[in-house]
């Protein structure tokens, strides 16, 4: 089943193009990966997706059943807004205790349901936006650069969460990030984008394209021989002891 | 008996703007409005001058003017212009435009005091009436959008992910606080509305755990502080509304003081 169909999407700013025909398809139950350099539109897609930005060109097919579950790149909090972490999962619509515990528990937490948000750690944090998101029962979670601010073993742990969720819950994810040999080894399909789509594919292809290495160069190429290294599942063990938070 | 005459009518005056001041300013306080508060506040003196050019009702004029000010504001905030700037320059122009307007107008027995300042021993019977509701508007309208302007407040890009338009909340909350503004001018005047909007919340931020709760318990130190002020003006015959806003500021002091100690006592 097809969650979300785009066909010639643009999104203009002004006089700023951010993205120009942009054709993307998500089906139910996969993990894309959406890489590009900074400023070439990542966020802009995502935020197209949700409807948070509007659309100038093309269409995007929401497909009637899609429940989208969206983490942020991180959350600010302003230090004069006291707010417990079962009183934001709440937001906007208010959930049972019991139900704001599983969500948490999906996300690898504790119930921290009486934590200030403030007093969060930064994995914390994300763990709490990822919960807030699978409340939502989604069948398409959206994740916007989600591991911004976490050092490389808390993204790594981040990320295997997802994978967990996906099996769980058997949603699709669409995701985007910088940390290409992390995101790159659980996608099924990576689209690598700068204002419009250059190249996607499997992990491999987009690795070995030239569009690709014209945006990345080939210092990714040690990154990526360490993703095929972990991917092939020799060893886990030296990732898995540094991951765990 | 005085209960009956003007000390009541200042109490019941003074509490009902609290009531809708208070947890309008918990919002104030969380978005970093505090200085639109002011401005919209200051804005409101071209209202009163307006309304009395006119012959029309105060309420009329300083709503109106109030509301202009919040939204072209707003809208100038959306558009990248610097809010700041553009924030000092309209409020303080319109407040002095009031100002000098005012002595043009003929035969208005100018009490300058009275608007800057507020004037709460002089309400009467209708203008309590008119302020229990508008404080009522407030309170409805504001727990009519609660949960969605929250959410916009956190996070603007969940909200939007959720269904909710942060712009059109901004709209709910730039009405009801032109709404508190025009409430409230009689009661303290255009120069202290921000303290009754910002005191009250940042004195209850330390006391609360939830968002809810703060505004809770900034109404209730809102309340106390109107109660408490108008008996101390009172019995010291000192100006009612600078007092209230003294009693507020001890109320933050206390609280804030007093969480900084308790922070301090327990080794972290």
Redesign the interface.
């Given at each position: 089943m097809r969650l979300i169909d785009c066909a010639g999407l643009g999104v203009r700013f002004g006089k700023t193009q951010a993205l120009h025909h942009v054709d993307l398809q998500i089906d139910k139950g996969e993990i894309v990966t959406i890489v590009g350099p900074n400023g070439s539109g990542k966020s802009t897609l995502l935020r197209a997706l949700i409807g948070a930005v509007p659309v100038t060109e093309g269409r995007v097919m929401r497909s009637p059943g899609l429940r989208i579950g969206y983490v942020p790149q991180k959350l600010h909090i302003d230090p004069t807004l006291p707010i417990t972490v079962a009183r934001f999962l709440g937001l906007p619509r208010r959930v049972a205790r019991a139900k704001a515990a599983a969500a948490l528990a999906k996300a690898g937490l504790e119930d921290l349901g009486d934590r200030q948000m403030a007093a969060l750690s930064g994995g914390q944090m994300q763990r709490v936006l990822l919960a807030r998101a699978l409340l939502e029962e989604p069948n398409l979670l959206i994740l916007d650069e989600a591991t911004q601010g976490l050092d490389q073993p808390g993204s790594a742990a981040f990320y295997q969460q997802i994978e967990a969720v996906r099996e769980d819950l058997g949603c699709a994810v669409l995701m985007v990030s910088h940390e290409l040999h992390v995101v790159m080894s659980a996608s099924d399909r990576v689209i690598c984008l700068n204002g419009h789509v250059c190249c996607e594919g499997t992990p491999a292809t987009v690795s070995a394209a030239p569009a690709y290495r014209a945006l990345f160069g080939t210092g990714t190429k040690g990154a990526l021989a360490l993703y095929r290294h972990d991917h092939h599942g020799h060893s886990h063990d030296e990732l898995n002891s540094t991951a765990a938070e | 008996m005085i209960l009956d005459g003007f000390l009541l009518r200042a109490l019941l005056a003074g509490l009902g703007v609290a009531l809708a001041a208070a947890p309008m300013g918990c919002f104030v306080?969380?978005?970093?409005m505090a200085y639109f508060g002011d401005a919209t506040a200051h804005a409101a003196m071209l209202g009163i001058a307006l309304s009395l050019a006119f012959s029309a009702p105060l309420l009329a004029g300083t709503l109106s003017v109030a509301l202009l000010m919040a939204l072209v504001v707003a809208r100038l905030g959306e558009r990248g212009i610097a809010v700041d700037t553009a924030l000092g320059v309209m409020a303080h122009a319109s407040l002095a435009f009031g100002v000098v307007a005012m002595t043009f107008i003929p035969g208005v027995r100018l009490d300058l005091m009275a608007y800057l300042f507020g004037d709460i021993l002089a309400v009467s019977q209708g203008d309590v009436a008119l302020i229990w509701l508008g404080a009522a508007a407030v309170l409805a309208l504001l727990s009519w959008r609660w949960?969605?302007l929250?959410?916009a407040?956190?996070?603007p890009?969940?909200?939007?992910?959720?269904?909710?338009n942060p712009d059109r909340e901004r709209l709910f909350l730039t009405i009801a606080l032109a709404l508190v503004v025009a409430l409230a001018i009689k009661v303290v005047g255009v120069l202290l509305i921000a303290a009754m909007l910002v005191i009250p919340?940042?004195a209850a931020?330390p006391l609360?755990?939830?968002?809810?709760?703060?505004a809770r318990i900034a109404t209730l130190l809102a309340a106390g502080s109107v109660i408490s002020g108008v008996w101390l003006s009172f019995a010291m015959d000192t100006p009612t509304a600078p007092t209230i806003v003294c009693a507020a500021a001890l109320a933050f002091a206390l609280s804030n003081g007093g969480a900084w100690l308790w922070a301090r006592r327990k080794p972290s």
């Amino acid at each position: 089943m097809r969650l979300i169909d785009c066909a010639g999407l643009g999104v203009r700013f002004g006089k700023t193009q951010a993205l120009h025909h942009v054709d993307l398809q998500i089906d139910k139950g996969e993990i894309v990966t959406i890489v590009g350099p900074n400023g070439s539109g990542k966020s802009t897609l995502l935020r197209a997706l949700i409807g948070a930005v509007p659309v100038t060109e093309g269409r995007v097919m929401r497909s009637p059943g899609l429940r989208i579950g969206y983490v942020p790149q991180k959350l600010h909090i302003d230090p004069t807004l006291p707010i417990t972490v079962a009183r934001f999962l709440g937001l906007p619509r208010r959930v049972a205790r019991a139900k704001a515990a599983a969500a948490l528990a999906k996300a690898g937490l504790e119930d921290l349901g009486d934590r200030q948000m403030a007093a969060l750690s930064g994995g914390q944090m994300q763990r709490v936006l990822l919960a807030r998101a699978l409340l939502e029962e989604p069948n398409l979670l959206i994740l916007d650069e989600a591991t911004q601010g976490l050092d490389q073993p808390g993204s790594a742990a981040f990320y295997q969460q997802i994978e967990a969720v996906r099996e769980d819950l058997g949603c699709a994810v669409l995701m985007v990030s910088h940390e290409l040999h992390v995101v790159m080894s659980a996608s099924d399909r990576v689209i690598c984008l700068n204002g419009h789509v250059c190249c996607e594919g499997t992990p491999a292809t987009v690795s070995a394209a030239p569009a690709y290495r014209a945006l990345f160069g080939t210092g990714t190429k040690g990154a990526l021989a360490l993703y095929r290294h972990d991917h092939h599942g020799h060893s886990h063990d030296e990732l898995n002891s540094t991951a765990a938070e | 008996m005085i209960l009956d005459g003007f000390l009541l009518r200042a109490l019941l005056a003074g509490l009902g703007v609290a009531l809708a001041a208070a947890p309008m300013g918990c919002f104030v306080v969380w978005r970093r409005m505090a200085y639109f508060g002011d401005a919209t506040a200051h804005a409101a003196m071209l209202g009163i001058a307006l309304s009395l050019a006119f012959s029309a009702p105060l309420l009329a004029g300083t709503l109106s003017v109030a509301l202009l000010m919040a939204l072209v504001v707003a809208r100038l905030g959306e558009r990248g212009i610097a809010v700041d700037t553009a924030l000092g320059v309209m409020a303080h122009a319109s407040l002095a435009f009031g100002v000098v307007a005012m002595t043009f107008i003929p035969g208005v027995r100018l009490d300058l005091m009275a608007y800057l300042f507020g004037d709460i021993l002089a309400v009467s019977q209708g203008d309590v009436a008119l302020i229990w509701l508008g404080a009522a508007a407030v309170l409805a309208l504001l727990s009519w959008r609660w949960s969605p302007l929250l959410t916009a407040t956190l996070s603007p890009e969940l909200a939007q992910a959720a269904g909710i338009n942060p712009d059109r909340e901004r709209l709910f909350l730039t009405i009801a606080l032109a709404l508190v503004v025009a409430l409230a001018i009689k009661v303290v005047g255009v120069l202290l509305i921000a303290a009754m909007l910002v005191i009250p919340a940042a004195a209850a931020r330390p006391l609360a755990h939830t968002p809810e709760g703060m505004a809770r318990i900034a109404t209730l130190l809102a309340a106390g502080s109107v109660i408490s002020g108008v008996w101390l003006s009172f019995a010291m015959d000192t100006p009612t509304a600078p007092t209230i806003v003294c009693a507020a500021a001890l109320a933050f002091a206390l609280s804030n003081g007093g969480a900084w100690l308790w922070a301090r006592r327990k080794p972290s």
